[in-house]
């Protein structure tokens, strides 16, 4: 008979601190301010969960549902690669990521699942249990969660429900203003315990087998005043309403802290508990206008009204306050075109290429990839695959080295290698054909065309992501109390899994944290696995909602 600390776990939760790094939380846990967090640090194995290259939100948390690394599932970005017909790139659901997902492998064990706010899970999808769409997500109504009425029945019962946080819907809060800017942390601490209460209401009235949550208090403060949060060395002193606006903030955090605990609570000695993030931060500094320095090179061409001075002079004179209701008048989006409708995209950043003499594009604003422009594969394509294709290739991935920043005469590029050196798998044909590491993550890619090749970024307080995130787990088969070595974020679900007495996909990349678990439960639960290829990469339902995923996305600096 085996011992009570070698059984499997009855019930899991994981909980998603997204965009939360040690960096942040450990002197916060060191002051007090985190009292949960540190009692699960105390009492379980925690340690530095690295992210997918680069840490892009959509490809990360792809990482951790399946335990596969992204050549293996296939997502990059928020945005699926253009396809020949159009340039176009449709955006990422759950059923375009290549894998049965950790839910979908507990459903077909016997287990159920609650999933609420994970990224990529809007539209919804039938599945034993219940699911709450994540971001990219419209504002709430009812469609966002399935089954059908749940999200307007967790609005009866708990009073409301928040998809995300609205003031991100469209451009960021502006951050010289100190109003705007407590308004915006306000509202992501309501969003907070708006969904607590509905996660609490969920776990009461519909218990499950596995519940799955994400709060994104830590990812969105990050975003907007992470230099705020983390100060590095030498930075001026802050202003009095900065040093309140820091401590309003750290309010925030001790208010998710106390959500934690509510949460775990609610769990028993036998249950596996896991605390994790899909990447960490650092400071942003730049933007790289990588189209225009690919003009610059001589790979892309841009039509003629790109360069056109006088609307750019106009628009840099030109105030927001006066812009936006001009843009209103004139039926325009930002940027000059059109208003759109009927779901279709206004988000077009490659509509100023001229693709007939383009040989290279850049991916999306954090994809931090390149794309050939291939015959057959893209709608204009001038490369043909295969010698020539290889040929380009090589030739624009030396140039990229020669690159030298400004400021201070180093390489532009940390590193820059073709995709195949980076990933592997079956869905590799999905991704840029040039990957590449830019100034260790604090420069993102600008997707307009307007130069300079290189400014500052325009939120002086912002941060962005990196790969160092983080990991706890607290169960019976535990060890209590250690440091774990660094872990890919592909290796946290089969460890899960074996945790619980699942058998695993052995599709998986991801191996199981050895270090995490007691020896003795590890010699009695040895590792079981099985094909679930009922669950590979499907169609899915598309998203329809272009406009306001957009908004939400520019709000964050993933669109830009």
């Known amino acids: 008979m085996l011992s009570k600390r070698a059984k499997p776990a009855s019930r899991v939760t994981i909980i998603g601190l997204d965009g939360a790094s040690w960096t942040l939380l450990d002197p916060l846990i060191k002051s007090g301010d985190l009292p949960n967090l540190a009692k699960l640090v105390d009492t379980g194995a925690s340690g530095v969960l690295m992210s997918t290259i680069p840490p892009v939100t959509a490809s990360a948390w792809s990482s951790f549902y399946t335990g596969r690394t992204p050549g293996r599932h296939g997502v990059y970005d928020f945005r699926r690669r253009m396809g020949s017909e159009s340039t176009h790139r449709e955006w990422v659901t759950s059923g375009n990521i290549g894998g049965p997902k950790i839910w979908e492998i507990a459903n077909a064990q016997g287990k159920n699942a609650g999933l609420i706010n994970l990224p990529l899970t809007f539209p919804p999808v039938e599945l034993d249990g219940y699911m709450i769409g994540g971001m990219p997500v419209p504002p709430t109504r009812d469609d966002i969660g399935w089954p059908s009425g749940l999200v307007d029945e967790i609005v009866r019962e708990t009073g409301a429900y928040i998809s995300d946080v609205d003031l991100l819907r469209g451009d960021s809060p502006d951050v010289s203003n100190p109003e705007k800017c407590f308004e915006f942390v306000n509202e992501v601490e309501r969003a907070a315990k708006v969904r607590a209460e509905a996660v609490k209401f969920l776990m009461d009235k519909y218990p499950t087998d596995l519940t799955f949550l994400v709060l994104v208090a830590p990812d969105r403060l990050s ?127 490659y509509s100023l290429i001229s693709w007939p003499e383009t040989g290279a594009y850049s991916g999306g604003g954090v994809e931090q990839g390149i794309f050939i422009n291939v015959v057959g594969r893209e709608p204009f394509g001038t490369v043909e695959m295969g010698g020539e294709y290889f040929e380009l290739r090589a030739k624009l991935i030396a140039d990229l080295r020669k690159v030298k920043h400004p400021s201070d005469d180093r390489p532009l590029f940390d590193w820059i290698e073709p995709r195949e050196k980076i990933y592997s798998g079956e869905y590799l044909d999905l ?71 699942l058998k695993l996909d052995n599709g998986m990349d991801g191996e199981i944290i050895d270090e995490a678990l007691e020896t003795g439960f590890r010699l009695n639960n040895p590792v079981q696995k099985q094909s679930f290829d009922e669950f590979q990469k499907q169609d899915g339902p598309s998203c329809e909602d272009s406009r306001e995923m957009e908004d939400l996305l520019k709000g964050l600096g993933y669109l830009n």
């Open 223 to 349: 975003h907007l005043f992470w230099q705020v949060l983390v100060p590095a060395p030498g930075m001026k002193q802050f202003a009095y309403w900065e040093q309140e606006l820091k401590d309003r903030m750290i309010e925030v955090l001790k208010t998710t802290d106390k959500i934690v605990g509510e949460i775990t609570d609610r769990m028993s000695g036998d249950d596996i508990i896991a605390v994790m993030s899909d990447h960490g931060f650092g400071h942003l500094v730049e933007i790289l206008k990588l189209n225009r320095l690919l003009q610059e090179l001589g790979y892309l061409k841009f039509r003629p009204e790109a360069d056109s001075g006088f609307r750019r002079a106009l628009g840099r004179l030109l105030p927001e306050s006066v812009k936006k209701p001009l843009r209103e008048i004139l039926g325009m989006e930002k940027g000059g075109r059109p208003k759109t409708s009927g779901g279709q995209p206004g988000f077009d950043p």
């Open 431 to 501: 991704a840029p054909d040039i990957m590449y590491g830019l100034r260790n993550y604090s420069m993102v890619i600008g997707e307009d065309a307007e130069p300079p090749v290189i400014s500052p970024w325009s939120q002086p307080r912002a941060g962005f992501h990196r790969r160092e995130g983080i990991i706890i787990l607290k169960g019976p088969m535990i060890r209590k109390g250690i440091k774990l070595a660094r872990t890919g974020i592909e290796n946290v679900t089969p460890t899960i899994l074996n945790c619980w007495g």
